[in-house]
């Protein structure tokens, strides 16, 4: 079973920086493979990134350089840093965690109550 804190939302001015953090509570011996989300108000949920238990991530064509996830297997946190926020960037971001191949498409079925980002 996989419980995630998210914190470390807020509003921001465009072209500011956020950290946002999942605190993971992982009762399994095996990793899973854990993402950031993200729903804007009347959008799909989309996958940011993704991080496997090894280290290797993955990220979404829209990101262009601008989150970086990345994860602390010892204390069980997983970070998103978004650099040069956008209006658009403004959304619900989740920190989610699911089995198998580790990718955009892996299947999520833990997730957060997620934090806002709000850019203006």
């Known amino acids: 079973h996989v419980q995630l804190v998210e914190s470390g939302g807020g509003s921001v001015q465009a072209g500011g920086s956020l950290r946002l953090s999942c605190a993971a509570s992982?009762?399994?011996?095996?990793?899973?493979?854990m993402a950031w989300s993200r729903q804007a108000p009347g959008k799909e949920r989309e996958v940011i990134a993704s991080?496997?238990?090894?280290?290797?991530?993955t990220y979404a064509d829209f990101v262009k350089g601008r989150f970086t996830i990345s994860s602390d297997n010892v204390k069980n946190i997983l970070d998103l840093e978004i650099n040069g926020l956008e209006v658009d960037d403004t959304a619900m971001y989740y920190c989610?965690?699911?089995?198998?191949?580790?990718?955009?498409?892996?299947?999520?079925?833990?997730w957060g109550q997620g934090t806002q980002v709000t850019v203006s």
């Open positions: 989610t965690a699911g089995w198998g191949y580790c990718d955009l498409q892996t299947d999520f079925i833990y």
């Open positions: 992982i009762e399994t011996i095996r990793r899973p493979c």
């Open positions: 991080v496997d238990g090894d280290g290797r991530t």
